[in-house]
């Protein structure tokens, strides 16, 4: 973050003794003006104020300056003046109540605006005047810094901010509090005397225990942002959190303490026993969360690594629903975080993603879109609205892709076997791109995107003798995760789809040291249930176990699920002959894990595997589970498979 130097900022540490002294001067002097002309109309609110007893309040008072008054109230409350100061809106403007003040004071646009409104005004509370540099900080500040350096060399903000360096033991904690956020937003730079001596009321406040629990979500939020988490005061503020009543606290306080703890935690602090209240308290309030605080608060949890919150993570998920069209987009990447975190799918929630993404495509930042590709893609959902939006914002903006970006918006097409109708222009500007681009993609990154291809039966010949060539194998290697199983089995099946379905690839073989046995069979894609079920299916129509082999190893890097074997007439074989063997038939038994989510659109994986059995010369047979899953006992089990496999008629070979 960019900050005002001291020398810049001269106000504070480096103004020279003899402005110091003018200023002072100049605010005895307003002073003296201010007591012997009070507001009209107001004597019997002012007369209040000056009869409290035993409290101590501020107003700043202008002229051309601003100058801190003292009144009567505890350093605990915020300026209120109440009763009749509501009428006390003068034509003059030398007063006006908080209320008249702040709807004034949001009906401004610029700080030209706010600083005038101010220098018309003789007496303001505290708090009205942190307001006030909060209004001021928000116009003024965006995402490059500050936007107008002059403003600080302003007479009327210099003047404010004069008082509450020299006048800060005596603000309201509201006061302080909020004008020591609304100056750190500006940037002003932490080690100026002006920061100095609100950061050390602030924690000598803290210290006495003089802090509610707001005002301590408050100076927690200041230190984050100025200090970041090596603060040591956040623990001390975190240890006076335990010690209230949370069940009294706002959704922001509650948002503050999630996010102190985060930084906390992560500096080796454990506090489960607050994190444990505080997730109880969460859960009731999350109907009133808003969009911000739902994704700061599932973020904080995936960062606590709060996985036994089983129920606060479901609520807010489920309350993520409503607020998707609203989310920014850092906001939706931290939702989406926690949905793949905590293992979290809902239908609806893809639903109103349907409806979001494909309408604001156009404007959502590609870091967004690469989430919500990921999401699909990890979460096994075709969602086509989706992926058709995607595949057009692809081919208009790729140029603007970094290149793991590329590879998130593209790979999930492949993982799922899907061809939006867009297909051919969005592999024609991915082809443009790769020959532009190609040094810049990371090894694994670019073989991962290539592998993609293939599944759904596009082929990257012209990027291929770049693969399979003894540097980019010696890169692969050297870079973690090297060549284990799965990276040297997308390099097999790289090179066997281009010996199956590319006869006419010239170019560099894949050696046989960086080729799998076998490609890795993953427990989780066979469904045991429906495999056993099928078996039993299998042997009350073949009539013995021997007639069929399961799980078989084939010369050509695929386990088949199950194997059956027939001589030139058509009769099945014993699965252990050997000769006379004139066809195989493959049963691929594919439980819902083939497939993607609610879908019978098969993964990319099993799709390219049964293509190249077929290459191969089996004849494959596929059984899908939601084929199967209605048939309530063997013999209807069986008279499937033998319309599935034998549709005209079957014989045992003796």
Known sequence: MALISRKSFQLYSSSTPASRSALMTLSRRLNFISGQRKPQNCSSVAMRMMCVKDKSQYSFCRKKHVQLQMQSLSVNEAVHLGGDTRNCTKSNNVWMDEQSFFKRLNSLCTSKEILYFLSSLEVMSDTMASGALQKISELEVDDNGLKNPALLENEVFRALCFQFEFESSKLSNTGLLNALQALINLRIDPQSTLMTALLSESEERLGRGQLTAEHLCALGESLLELEGPSSATLEQIVNHMQERDIKSWSPREIVMVYKILEVTVREGKQWQSLLNRLNGVTLSAVSQLSPNFVSVILNSLVVLHQTRAVLLVTALCKHSVQHVPYFTD??????????????????????????????????????????????????????????????????????????????????????????????????????????????????????????????????PINFLPKIFSPYFLQKLQAQPP???????????????????????????????????????????????????????????????????????????????????KLDEEGFVLPAAQLEEVHRRIALCVDGQNRFCAHSHNLLGEEAIKQRHLQLLGYEVVQIPFFEIESLQNTRKIADYLHKKIFPCTYGLSN
């Open 330 to 459: 850092h906001e939706l990447v931290n939702v989406l975080e926690a949905f793949l975190y905590f293992g979290q799918k809902m239908q609806i929630f893809t639903e109103a993603l349907e409806r979001h993404v494909p309408k604001s495509i156009h404007t959502m930042q590609p870091q967004t879109v690469s989430k919500v590709m990921q999401y699909c893609c990890k979460k096994m959902i075709l969602s086509k609205p989706i992926f058709d939006a995607v595949a057009e914002g692809f081919i208009s903006s790729a140029d603007r892709l970094t290149t793991d970006q590329i590879a998130a918006y593209v790979i999930p097409f492949g993982t799922l076997n899907y061809l939006p109708p867009s297909a051919s222009s969005l592999f024609r500007k991915l082809e443009t791109v790769l020959h532009t681009r190609l040094r810049h993609f990371q090894p694994h990154t670019l073989l991962n995107l290539l592998h993609s291809c293939v599944l759904i039966q596009r082929y």
């Open 482 to 564: 090297g060549l284990n199983r799965v990276v040297m089995s997308q390099l097999t099946q790289l090179f066997l789809t281009v010996t199956l379905e590319c006869p006419f690839y010239e170019g560099p073989k894949l050696l046989s040291k960086y080729q799998v046995k076998a490609f890795p069979t993953p427990q989780s894609s066979l469904d045991v249930h429906l495999f056993k079920r099928v078996k039993t299916g299998l042997l009350d129509l073949l009539k013995k176990r021997i007639y069929f082999a399961s799980e078989v190893s084939t010369p050509y890097f695929y386990v088949v699920d199950i194997e059956i």
